[in-house]
């Protein structure tokens, strides 16, 4: 990566950088590109080495005094970065280093709107022009999806009782019958 950077850097021999040839010539897909190499390159260690699991290089961030309580795009510190990969070492380590138990562990609570703020995953699109909301619009949207969600899990719910009622039996029904005939044996 440090070899893009530098090349982004680097001048003509009029002294222009490729961003400023990408704003002369409107290349607004290369400024996008050209930025999200710079803000990458601004504090990806110590989520590159949680989601990795480098744990030697991790520490060593965090005894030079990297922050990590730093989010990237989607809103992921390195702790949840390492909790995605599932890197439960570079969790512990950074729940260690950061006195903070349960900094990301916490329940969902569908009246706390604090919640929907801390946790979204715009960086996870395919697209970064799908999303062009700001703040509240985004917090909003996370608000009416996870109100989707709980209306379809209650459906789901009804769903079964009524397949249950009409004699229906569903797998997890079924593992436990089996799992209650292989006991009796």
């Known amino acids: 990566m440090t070899s893009v950077v530098h090349t982004l850097k680097a001048r003509n021999d009029h002294g222009e950088t490729p961003r400023d040839l990408a704003e002369r010539f409107y290349k607004d897909n290369i400024l996008?590109?050209?930025?999200?190499?710079e803000k990458e390159e601004e504090h990806p260690e110590a989520q590159e080495a949680a989601g990795q699991g480098h744990i030697h290089c991790l520490q060593w961030l965090m005894e030079m005094g990297a922050d990590c309580d730093i989010t990237n795009d989607a809103g992921e510190t390195p702790k949840d970065v390492a909790k995605r990969f599932a890197q439960p070492a570079a969790v512990e380590l950074?729940?260690?280093?950061?006195?903070?138990?349960?900094?990301?562990?916490?329940?969902?609570?569908?009246?706390?709107?604090?919640?929907?703020?801390?946790?979204?995953?715009?960086?996870?699109?395919?697209?970064?022009?799908?999303?062009?909301?700001?703040?509240?619009?985004?917090?909003?949207?996370?608000?009416?999806?996870?109100?989707?969600?709980?209306?379809?899990?209650?459906?789901?719910?009804?769903?079964?009782?009524?397949?249950?009622?009409?004699?229906?039996?569903?797998?997890?029904?079924?593992?436990?019958?089996?799992?209650?005939?292989?006991?009796?044996?």
């Open 32 to 37: 996008q590109y050209i930025d999200s190499v």
């Open 94 to 185: 950074l729940t260690q280093g950061t006195g903070d138990s349960n900094s990301s562990d916490e329940e969902l609570d569908a009246n706390n709107i604090k919640f929907f703020e801390r946790h979204g995953v715009e960086g996870s699109t395919d697209s970064k022009e799908d999303l062009t909301l700001d703040k509240a619009e985004k917090r909003n949207a996370r608000i009416r999806a996870f109100r989707k969600i709980q209306e379809l899990q209650h459906l789901l719910e009804i769903a079964y009782s009524n397949y249950r009622q009409l004699g229906g039996i569903t797998e997890e029904e079924k593992k436990m019958k089996k799992e209650e005939r292989e006991a009796e044996k």
